[in-house]
């Protein structure tokens, strides 16, 4: 990899901002950029630089994928409107489940959805506005798991040798690949985001689909958003780096009135970690294990069982897909 990483003892957040901002602005020069805003920390750290940078010159779009988490998109509009930065919500829901179709294995679906970002809809929104510049939340450790072949970011194009001027038309501008997460919430704070941004739980660029195994289905992303739902209000309190809830593929038998349930099985994860390069499984009390059980098999329609996964980061990774 030949970009280095700023870790978090060497950063100086003020700094970093500025010169990013100046990086930017020099970019840009007199023309426009559009900005693609999913809400997660790295994208929201990037919005507001790039307001710093750009002003008018910049539209930031939230792409409501239908990947997302409950109410996120009227959320993140809503909370960058009160901080001066106007989002404009795109439905592009067809777009992705009719891309998503069919595919179960895990780097298709990744493939159907960064060609759907790039040339389906940020492409389409470059031809409409006239920008010539994207600017995304690409972090170090997406290009490291992604160059080590561990996992395709959806997000990273250069670093895999696609031109996005000759693929889709534009630049791509990335003022975060020197960072990991602990390092980009430094700079969230130093841009006096809420703390409610800079230090949520990390969702990927893929959100929700990287949490169904198998096939992306609508009715499938219903299942996992209300799973998550409940999971990141349990665990909210814990102070663990991560947690999310996973829909397997396979139906397990269960039991509901005395009577077979031939039903549905959610994987629950929780992390410690600084970095998201290793991690480990919260140590949860049981009663809360048995809770988060207990809320989604009764909340959420077809769940009959509940799992939590006690492997760490390496051999396994934060999300499943």
């Not at 493939?111 to 492409?123: L, P, Q």
């Not at 990141?232 to 991560?242: D, Y």
Request: a negative charge; one cysteine or more; hydrophobic letters at 40%.
């Amino acid at each position: 990899m030949e970009t280095k990483e700023i870790t978090i003892d060497e950063l100086d957040p003020e700094k970093f901002i500025a010169e990013q901002v100046e990086k930017i602005s020099s970019a840009v020069g007199n023309g426009s950029a559009i900005n693609a805003l999913s809400g997660g920390v790295d994208s929201s750290v990037v919005t507001m630089i790039g307001h710093r940078a750009l002003g008018a010159q910049l539209r930031t779009y939230f792409i409501d994928t239908g990947l997302m988490r409950e109410g996120e998109p009227e959320y993140i509009a809503s909370a960058f409107k009160a901080m001066g930065v106007h989002v404009e919500l795109v439905d592009a829901k067809k777009t992705f489940f009719d891309a998503l179709k069919g595919h179960t294995d895990p780097e298709e679906k990744r493939e159907a959805i960064t060609r759907s970002f790039y040339k389906d809809v940020f492409g389409g929104l470059v031809r409409e506005t006239g920008a010539r510049y994207l600017l995304q939340g690409t972090n170090y450790t997406d290009i490291e798991e992604t160059v080590a072949g561990i996992k395709r970011q959806h997000n990273i194009l250069e670093q895999l040798g696609i031109d996005p001027v000759q693929q889709y038309g534009y630049n791509v501008l990335e003022p975060l690949l020197q960072l990991r997460k602990s390092a980009i919430r430094a700079v969230g704070r130093a841009l006096e985001l809420p703390e409610d941004l800079y230090s949520r739980p990390p969702v990927p660029g893929p959100a929700l689909a990287a949490r169904v195994i198998g096939e992306v289905t609508p009715e499938r992303v219903a299942i996992v958003r209300a799973a998550t739902t409940i999971v990141e209000k349990e665990l909210s309190q814990t102070g663990a780096f991560q947690y999310l809830a996973i829909l397997h593929e396979d139906r397990v038998t269960g039991m509901r009135d005395g009577k077979r349930d031939y039903g549905l099985q959610i994987e629950i994860r929780c992390w410690e970690s600084t970095d998201a390069k290793v991690a480990s499984p919260t140590r949860l009390p049981y009663e809360t294990l048995e809770q988060l059980a207990d809320r989604i098999t009764a909340g959420v329609p077809g769940v009959v069982s509940v799992t939590y996964n006690v492997t760490k980061k390496p051999p396994s990774t934060i999300e499943a897909v």
